[in-house]
């Protein structure tokens, strides 16, 4: 499993695979069902995102023997506008295979988009949901975040820490005060949530050594996303994708229960 996000509207989860876009059901209800293939897409998803409108954005590398007549086997950006039933391409097409993603709005209400080039290591920065492209800072990131609360702070998990960007990942610097996280995601008014290598769950401010450390995550943490769920009778909670399965945690990591896999009762 490469990502994981939650559609806000249901809970229902997307994964991106090796072989499409696959979805469960709300991982807190008794039966969520079965887990199944969205649409008929088997394209190999290396990069998703969701759009706080609900759009997805996804990149990586067509299923065997589709598109051979690309230069190279890399989607570039895609999108898709029915829960990753079918797909658009946007741009970059045969150029780019982006392993990291993400999204934010903009104050004019435009959507600027991140991702990694991961043949160059090249941020790329789109101020139109991808139309367009930039060339940001090289950084050896394994994941990178927009923050919602400003969308011109850009973190990047790499292998010497955590980096940080200002000027919408056209320069990054090290966050000394910040700990060596691996994966990262919006906690909420600018705040960050992330797991480190050992699978610490973190929770801090970027650029400030303001960082507590909570539970820990499921061993081989994959991918992870923070749901803030504000409705009634509920909490915030994190999904984290491992070799074995979906783990959820509404305590920062104190606690986890299967979503998915073998340890789900």
Not at 87 to 96: C, F, K, Q, R, Y
Not at 215 to 238: C, F, K, L, R
């Amino acid at each position: 499993m490469h990502d994981v996000q939650v559609v806000r509207d249901d809970h229902s989860v997307l994964i991106a695979t090796h072989t499409g876009v696959w979805t469960l059901g709300d991982p807190f209800q008794d039966d969520p069902g079965p887990v199944e293939r969205v649409g008929t897409g088997r394209q190999d998803t290396m990069g998703m995102t969701l759009a706080v409108d609900g759009t997805v954005y996804a990149s990586g590398h067509p299923a065997p023997g589709e598109q051979p007549e690309l230069e190279k086997p890399n989607l570039g950006l895609i999108r898709s506008t029915d829960g990753a039933a079918t797909w658009d391409p946007v741009s970059l097409t045969g150029e780019v295979d982006f392993h990291a993603l993400s999204t934010a709005s903009t104050g004019d209400g435009t959507v600027r988009v991140v991702g990694l080039d991961s043949g160059t290591s090249t941020v790329l920065v789109s101020d139109d949901s991808g139309e367009t492209w930039s060339r940001g800072a090289t950084v050896e990131a394994r994941d990178l975040h927009l923050l919602d609360a400003d969308p011109d702070t850009v973190v990047a998990t790499t292998p010497t820490g955590l980096q940080l960007s200002r000027d919408g990942g056209r320069s990054f610097a090290p966050d000394r005060g910040a700990p060596a996280l691996v994966l990262v995601d919006d906690e909420r008014g600018g705040a960050l949530i992330g797991i480190d290598a050992r699978g610490v769950v973190w929770t801090g401010t970027p650029g400030t050594e303001s960082w507590d450390n909570h539970g820990t995550a499921p061993e081989g943490v994959q991918a992870m996303t923070y749901v803030p769920d504000d409705s009634p009778g509920n909490q915030p909670w994190i999904l984290v994708a491992t070799e074995t399965g979906l783990f959820t945690s509404r305590d920062l990591g104190a606690s986890w229960d299967a979503a998915l896999g073998a340890d789900r009762g």
